[in-house]
């Protein structure tokens, strides 16, 4: 974009936005935003990107993430940007009832008011805002096939982890050349559906002592808690192994043989693609997203949302059926390069920005 427009990235600090800043060699503006519900503070957020935009007065406002989506539009609207984008990357309130869900619901409504486009990143999401008419369906597009920002394929690509670094890592992990390794990779909580992946897998490794189960990710105890059993298992099962937050998740991904996704919502999930386009199969829920990128017993296996015993069963049917899961991979990188090529999403967003009217 930067060859096209003048960029500025807008978040709250940290190292992420100053690895944005040297990586992209774009601007930076730093407002805090917060997660969850937070009047006071989201009516300071939105002061202060109104004052910005009203001082860069931007062509364009593209925001992304609930909280960005509702602050940035208005502020952007207030402001009077002429152009204001809101990227849908999921929608946390369909797992959330009673008041606080028609709460967001009003939230969500408004924030597709203040926008003049709304871009849902799959199209199924596209068909759940239409079916819970938070906007009318003239203002929504969906960016090629999906996803907000495609894959880097010649990134995620096994090739790049040479067997020296797998066998090292397995060798500092306690994996053996003969283990089935299933890894989830995403944030360690409840709504990624981990209480479920741990009870399926604590009864699996009982049974298939050479199964091995890699969690990647944070831990958000203050936002989304495990089950205490859960976190219990977590701890006394040999047979998991919690690695935190790992900066290049590829070394892990490298000495997996499946990807188990058992999430209760997303958007268009980069951690299906970046695990497809290394030849993983992938076992997910049948929601949004994941079901756009897997196609049932041909690159993964697609299995109901918080079913624990389904879930199990796909887990077995990976170490039973080797030669199915095999030809899995040869499905998996293919079908990336095909369809969710990061040039190719960037392209069309790009389209869709020259196609905005001065």
């Known amino acids: 974009m930067g060859a096209h427009y003048e960029v500025i ?15 992209e060699g ?32 931007p062509f364009i406002v593209h925001t992304h993430t609930p909280k960005a989506g509702t602050v940035g539009m208005l502020a952007a609207k207030l402001a009077g940007v002429p152009h204001r984008l809101h990227t849908i990357a999921g929608l946390p309130l369909l797992e959330v009832e009673g008041t606080k869900r028609k709460i967001l619901d009003a939230v969500e409504r408004f ?8 871009l849902p990143n799959s199209f199924v999401i596209k068909d759940i805002v239409i079916a819970n008419k938070y906007t ?21 690509d096994s090739a790049h982890i040479s067997e020296v670094q797998q066998k090292a890592l397995r060798h500092e992990l306690g994996i053996s050349d003969s283990d089935i390794v299933f890894i989830f990779i995403g944030r360690v909580v409840k709504d990624k559906g981990i209480n479920e992946l741990v009870q399926a897998f604590n009864r699996l490794s009982s049974r298939n002592p050479n ?19 859960s976190e219990s298992i977590i701890k006394n ?8 937050v790992q900066k290049d998740i590829r070394p892990y991904v490298a000495i997996s043989h499946v990807l188990t996704f058992p999430s209760y919502r997303e958007g268009f999930p980069n951690v299906v693609l970046q695990c497809s386009s ?16 897997i196609e049932h017993d041909v690159n993964g296996l697609i299995i109901p949302k918080k079913d624990e015993k389904a879930l199990e069963h796909a887990m077995q049917y990976m170490i039973d059926n080797p030669e199915k899961r095999q030809d899995m991979v040869l499905h998996s990188r293919s079908r990336i390069i095909e369809r969710f090529q990061q040039e190719f ?13 001065l």
């Open 9 to 23: 990235g807008v978040s709250g600090d940290g190292d992420a936005l100053a690895e944005v800043r040297e990586n």
């Open 345 to 357: 999403v960037w392209n069309e967003l790009l389209e869709f920005y020259k196609s905005l009217k």
């Open 111 to 118: 924030t597709y008011t203040c926008a003049t486009h709304v």
């Open 278 to 293: 290394m030849n993983l199969p992938c076992i997910v829920s049948n929601i949004n997203g994941c079901n756009e990128i």
């Open 26 to 57: 774009i601007k930076t503006h730093v407002v805090e935003m917060t997660r969850t519900i937070t009047p006071l503070k989201d009516l300071k957020a939105t002061y202060q990107l109104y004052k910005f935009f009203k001082r860069e007065k």
């Open 136 to 156: 009318k369906p003239s203002k929504l597009t969906v960016i090629g096939n999906g996803s907000s920002n495609g894959i880097d394929i010649k990134h995620y």
């Open 237 to 244: 099962n040999n047979c998991i192994l919690a690695v935190g």
């Open 211 to 229: 199964s091995k189960l890699l969690l990647v990710g944070r831990k958000e105890d203050h936002l989304d808690p495990l089950l205490p059993e």
